[in-house]
């Protein structure tokens, strides 16, 4: 058997989003209110040869609601293949074996099995498939509305952002529009907590090394699939309650790419307090 390259890439599409502040708001729960359940946050898994058939289990999540107790009762999920938004084709790049999984009383999340056939995977061009789930009406459960859907992208395509370093040109607006230009020459781009293509930077915004001590990083965090750049909403520097996302606040949204010369532009923005910074980081590898 041929050895190949395969990177598969989770990506969570939850179509809203909240302005985030300085500090995390909190919304008090009914406790007379339904239960929620539903999908939630992103997951990457990652394969660099063909191993056949390989199993991955996406989560399904208790999300709160109720009485703020987990579930009483055992709960029978629906889950149903999108084809209209999918364009991986079931039984060639990926199987659904089961239909319905129970997500049990007391149980915080359920695992949706998901056999993926990495011989079958595109080198070059990615291909998603769209999940989506229900339940039966009457029993007090909801799915949240932003959270019934998940789309899972298949790529692969193995990006090597972290073998150099960069000369990184930053174009900062303010909400007002007053500009901030910064140079961070020398940039390191490095692999966070060693995951393909998943990166994070050494600035974020003005914040360059050791400016948000004690936050565990200045940096922010980006995914490369394809060439194409993704970010998803995180803290500022992994600790502080700004958030850093994508300009229109979408994951699924590019973000920037990397051309063939190995040259990134990445545009975010970091949200406060209501406001925001608009960014423009050009990095161009050295």
Same mark, same amino acid.
């Given at each position: ?9 989770? $990506?969570?599409? %939850?179509?809203?989003? &909240?302005?985030?502040? /300085?500090?995390? #708001? =909190?919304?008090?729960?009914? @406790? ?46 629906? $889950?149903?293949? %999108?084809?209209?938004? &999918?364009?991986?084709? /079931?039984?060639? #790049? =990926?199987?659904?074996?089961? @239909? ?187």
């Amino acid at each position: 058997m041929k050895t190949i390259k395969i990177t598969l890439f989770f $990506i969570v599409a %939850l179509l809203a989003f &909240s302005a985030c502040q /300085e500090d995390q #708001e =909190f919304t008090s729960v009914d @406790k007379n209110g339904a239960y929620i359940v539903g999908f939630e946050g992103a997951k990457t898994i990652s394969h660099f040869e063909d191993k056949g058939a390989v199993v991955s289990k996406i989560p399904l999540k208790f999300l709160g609601g109720g009485d703020g107790q987990f579930l009483k009762e055992d709960l029978e999920v629906t $889950i149903k293949v %999108l084809a209209d938004k &999918s364009s991986a084709t /079931e039984g060639t #790049e =990926f199987s659904l074996e089961t @239909k319905k999984v129970t997500l049990k009383a007391g149980d915080d999340f359920a695992l949706i099995p998901l056999t993926v056939n990495t011989g079958s995977l595109n080198l070059s061009v990615p291909s998603k498939v769209v999940l989506e789930i229900s339940i039966e009406q009457g029993n007090n459960v909801v799915i949240g509305s932003n959270n019934n859907q998940i789309a899972i992208t298949f790529v692969g395509c193995k990006a090597n952002v972290e073998d150099f370093t960069y000369d990184n040109k930053m174009v900062g607006a303010k909400y007002d529009g007053s500009p901030l230009l910064i140079d961070y020459p020398g940039e390191a781009i490095v692999l966070h907590d060693g995951t393909p293509n998943l990166y994070r930077t050494e600035s974020t915004y003005k914040w360059g090394v050791g400016s948000l001590s004690p936050a565990k990083y200045d940096g922010f965090i980006f995914e490369v699939i394809c060439g194409e750049v993704f970010i998803k909403d995180q803290q500022l520097g992994g600790h502080w309650g700004n958030v850093v996302q994508s300009l229109d606040g979408d994951a699924s949204t590019k973000a920037g790419e990397v051309d063939a010369d190995g040259n990134i532009t990445i545009e975010y923005k970091v949200v406060f307090d209501g406001k925001f910074y608009k960014v423009k980081s050009t990095y161009t590898k050295k």
